[in-house]
């Protein structure tokens, strides 16, 4: 007779790009373990794949693809199936810039929300019956710029990864549809107004937020925000 297996509860989150219901299982051993080898490969390409494979592991709804989730769908999700997982409470050290001194603080994993609007799709208009709709970059954005290396192009990247449809007129262009070389074809022949609106959608995309408090030795109070996973496990 085999081993009994271990039951463990299930709890749910509201996904911030959608608004959908997604209820997960906290992650165990085997889970801790793909982290673990990600992180001691020391690349983050390595990492971010780690915790798609561990989210994606965890989730218990079907037919649930996590590559459809948004960049900040990912970091929101791996937070709170963390705080789930193994403790709410993450203590980070910061060392003040002023006096030198090493500061200990306390992240509340709970606590931890999306700021920004939420936008489902924004549409820019190029002409008067021509235009763009965006939407949020997807998790297949980490395969487009893996290796970009150059932050122009790299930026470049992340712009096209926005863009969802083109339409002129009753034509509608899905950008799924084309090459990346023809996307950047129509980047590169884009008015810069069109571009800078779309800029201003990328900077604008929710993120995570959090802030944490001490005060250092000079008696100066000092906020840090944080609003990468980079932020909540490795503040330096």
């Known amino acids: 007779m085999g081993l009994p297996q271990i039951s463990h509860p299930t709890f749910s989150l509201i996904l911030p790009s959608t608004k959908?219901?997604?209820?997960?299982?906290?992650?165990?051993?085997?889970?801790?373990?793909?982290?673990?080898?990600?992180?001691?490969?020391?690349?983050?390409?390595?990492?971010?794949?780690?915790?798609?494979?561990?989210?994606?592991?965890?989730?218990?709804?079907?037919?649930?693809?996590?590559?459809?989730?948004?960049?900040?769908?990912?970091?929101?999700?791996?937070?709170?199936?963390?705080?789930?997982?193994?403790?709410?409470?993450?203590?980070?050290?910061?060392?003040?810039?002023e006096d030198g001194n090493i500061y200990d603080v306390e992240v509340d994993l709970d606590g931890i929300e999306i700021t920004g609007d939420v936008e489902t799709e924004k549409t820019i208009a190029t002409g008067t019956d021509s235009g763009i709709v965006l939407r949020y970059p997807k998790l297949s954005i980490m395969r487009d710029v893996e290796g970009i290396t150059d932050p122009v192009e790299f930026a470049f990247a992340v712009v096209a990864s926005?863009?969802?449809?083109?339409?002129?007129?009753?034509?509608?262009?899905?950008?799924?549809?084309?090459?990346?070389?023809?996307?950047?074809?129509?980047?590169?022949?884009?008015?810069v107004s069109s571009y800078e609106q779309i800029q201003r959608f990328v900077d604008r995309m929710p993120k995570l937020h959090y802030v944490v408090s001490y005060t250092n030795s000079n008696g100066k109070k000092v906020d840090i925000t944080l609003s990468t996973l980079t932020d909540f496990f490795t503040l330096g």
Request: with cysteine; aromatic share 10%.
């Open 20 to 97: 959908q219901e997604i209820r997960f299982r906290p992650f165990v051993v085997r889970e801790e373990k793909i982290l673990l080898i990600a992180q001691s490969s020391g690349d983050p390409a390595d990492v971010v794949k780690a915790i798609k494979q561990v989210v994606s592991n965890c989730i218990v709804d079907q037919n649930i693809d996590v590559e459809n989730f948004t960049t900040f769908d990912l970091e929101y999700f791996f937070i709170k199936l963390r705080a789930k997982s193994v403790n709410s409470i993450v203590k980070l050290s910061y060392k003040d810039i």
């Open 162 to 191: 926005c863009i969802d449809k083109i339409y002129v007129g009753d034509d509608v262009h899905k950008v799924a549809d084309y090459t990346t070389a023809e996307v950047q074809e129509f980047l590169d022949s884009l008015d």
